[in-house]
């Protein structure tokens, strides 16, 4: 039987919201190559202008278990900085993806990010296996976002 796992994170940072939103969900597509070029090959924008319906293609390194994740925009909300997308990718059926990013009083942002995610049954290696366990894609998750934190306090000029 194919397992299903769900995952939760809240994940504080001193970026604004608007900021942290825009680089880590609407031109992620562009930073991830740049950012993680030991996960991503390269990255684009398959389909649409970053809005509802829009697709992006991910070509992902070997240190991933598979080699394409696409991504489809389910939802989008820029003023609340919200959105909601499903990813496709081998040994996944279904993977549903909210993220929403809150202003904090001392002008940084808390996102929550929900995510829950079916495998193929017999190939949903990447939800079952030791070697990328849902640990794994915890941190792996938290570590991308640290590292969008990082380049944006680099760089606060960009994504404003």
């Known amino acids: ?22 680089a880590t ?11 993680a070029p030991h996960i991503f090959d ?9 809005s509802i319906g829009s697709v992006r293609h991910y070509n992902c390194t070997s240190a991933m278990p598979f080699k394409v994740i696409k991504t489809k925009v389910e ?10 997308y499903t990813i496709e990718c081998d ?4 993977s549903t ?15 929550k990010v929900e995510c829950t995610s079916k495998g193929v049954e017999g190939k949903d290696m990447m ?20 590292t969008v934190e990082a380049y944006l306090i680099a760089n606060p000029d960009a994504y404003n």
Do not use: Y
């Open 127 to 146: 939800l079952k296996t030791k070697d990328f366990s849902i640990d794994m894609f915890k941190d792996s998750t938290t570590d991308m976002f640290k």
């Open 42 to 50: 390269s990255a684009h924008l398959l389909e649409g202008d970053g």
């Open 75 to 84: 939802f989008l909300d820029v003023d609340k900085c919200e959105c909601k």
């Open 91 to 94: 040994g996944i059926e279904t």
């Open 97 to 111: 993806w909210n993220i929403k990013i809150k202003p904090k009083a001392n002008g940084g942002s808390v996102a």
């Open 1 to 22: 039987m194919a397992s299903t796992n769900s995952l939760t994170l809240e994940l504080e940072s001193q970026v604004s919201a608007p900021h942290m939103f825009r």
């Open 25 to 35: 969900v609407m031109d992620w597509h562009t930073l991830a190559p740049k950012l």
